[in-house]
């Protein structure tokens, strides 16, 4: 008679999560490429509860080219999971390449198809042969969170999609560590970081995006002269894959640049990275840093009469809570009490991303709070002094038992349509204190 072990004990439960499993990172990934097709190998209802929750909560987009009810899926049931899937990824393939038009069509696995063992390297490879590019991610939901399923899309594509370069084209840059929809102004902040870096005389190659980005645009990554990475963390894996395997170098910009003081130094870095003249760099810094404080010195009169300055706390992703830290306090003169990180970072990284929250003016230190658990961060949060809550849409009922204004600036946002919105950048960051001071005077 075997031995009967108990079922192992949860060690953690994640209450309001901010984000997804790997395959969601991946699913909305590919659907942030031009003319791509994700096929979802996984049980029905994995890729559609995940598209509906990053479509309702993700500043309210849409199907993107094929997505949502549209997304071609194997339909795992029991027969499969106990038989194996391969049949059924075969014919989902097979149809999906008759029926629909794409540039490419790309195969993501969820858990039972990872627990199953499928071998769908094989099933794709049957299919490589015809007119249209197929590629295949691993992407089962305990491989990771959506930064691991974005990651695991590009490492995927590095080693399927991508061939050594004959050469390298001068100017081109690679843009990685922004997640379509898990940042939820995904669009204009890549926009504005292709317009900065246009005025550089530079171009950049950002693979997720309007029409113009995309199957050519993964193609062209060998091609690059640098790859930078807009994260303390999230794309760096995959940027140290594309410089092993096709020695294109990266940097590392650890925060979405938002305000004059962190884009001037981002434009700094990458024209001394590229050899762009300084007098290049210099001449676009200064054009652009008068137009913002324009506006940002007509602002000031509501800031000094109305009071507008904030104890403040930031709730989000690592690269979007220094950003928004920094600016809010160097440029703005609040007080940063707390920064409160969520996307669950790995350890190697979290002292680099605390030090960031160190370069403040004026001495000042916010707590540095990592937690992923909504109901811990309301715990830690619920003596808090802030009269401004820069979170998410899970974040409003603390604000208001605190008596603060609130900002959804994160993803799950349900109460704001975002489309081309911006908080990168120089434009960003005129949009980002207008919508903080509309809130406020909302609240009042």
């Known amino acids: 008679m075997s031995e009967y072990k108990e079922a192992p004990v949860l060690t953690k439960i994640l209450e309001a999560p901010r984000y997804a499993c790997s395959l969601g990172g991946a699913i909305q990934s590919v659907m942030g490429m031009h003319r791509a097709i994700p096929i979802v190998h996984s049980t029905p209802g994995c890729g559609y509860n995940l598209y509906l929750g990053y479509r309702i909560l993700a500043g309210v987009h849409g199907t993107a080219y094929v997505g949502g009810s549209a997304m071609p899926c194997s339909r795992m049931c029991q027969k499969e999971v106990v038989f194996g899937g391969e049949e059924k990824l075969r014919e989902i393939i097979h149809s999906s390449l008759d029926i629909l038009d794409g540039d490419c069509f790309i195969v993501l696995t969820g858990c039972a198809a990872g627990l199953v063992g499928d071998d769908v390297p094989s099933v794709v490879k049957e299919f490589q042969d015809g007119p249209v590019p197929l590629f295949y991610v691993e992407t089962p939901g305990y491989k990771g969170n959506t930064y691991r399923g974005y990651e695991l899309l590009l490492e995927a594509l590095t080693d399927q999609a991508m061939t050594k370069a004959a050469g390298t084209e001068r100017g081109l840059v690679n843009i990685l560590g922004i997640i ?100 290049v760099v210099n001449r676009v810094i200064a054009e652009e840093e008068k137009e913002v404080y324009y506006y940002l010195t007509e ?111 994160g993803f799950p946002i349900a109460e704001r349509a975002i489309t081309n919105n911006t908080y990168a950048g120089y434009k960003g960051c005129l949009q980002l204190v207008s919508d903080i001071y509309t809130a406020v005077m909302q609240t009042k």
Request: net charge negative; glycine share 8%; with cysteine.
């Open 180 to 279: 379509p929809n898990q940042d939820v102004f995904w669009r204009g902040n890549l926009r504005e970081i292709q317009r900065i870096l246009e005025r550089l005389g530079l171009k950049a190659n950002m693979l997720f995006g309007h029409d113009e980005f995309g199957v050519d645009a993964w193609k062209k990554v060998p091609q690059a002269e640098l790859t930078i990475v807009l994260s303390p963390w999230v794309g760096i894996a995959p940027a140290k894959k594309i410089m092993e395997k096709f020695g294109v170098p990266y940097m590392v910009f650890p925060e979405l640049p938002i305000g004059c003081d962190e884009t001037s130094s981002f434009l700094r870095q990458v024209g001394q990275r590229l050899g762009v003249p300084d007098e």
């Open 299 to 409: 602002l000031a009169d509501c800031y000094i009469d109305f009071g507008f300055r904030f104890d403040f706390v930031v709730i989000g992703d690592s690269n979007y809570v220094i950003g928004v830290t920094k600016f809010m306090t160097n440029q703005v003169g609040n007080i940063p009490l707390t920064a409160v990180i969520t996307d669950d970072p790995p350890d190697q990284y979290r002292a680099c991303i605390a030090e960031e929250l160190t370069r403040l003016d004026y001495g000042l230190k916010p707590q540095v709070i990592f937690e992923s658990n909504s109901g811990k961060i309301w715990e830690a949060l619920k003596e808090s002094e802030a009269s401004l809550i820069l979170g998410s849409t899970l974040d409003a009922p603390l604000a208001k038992s605190l008596g603060a204004a609130h900002l959804s600036i």
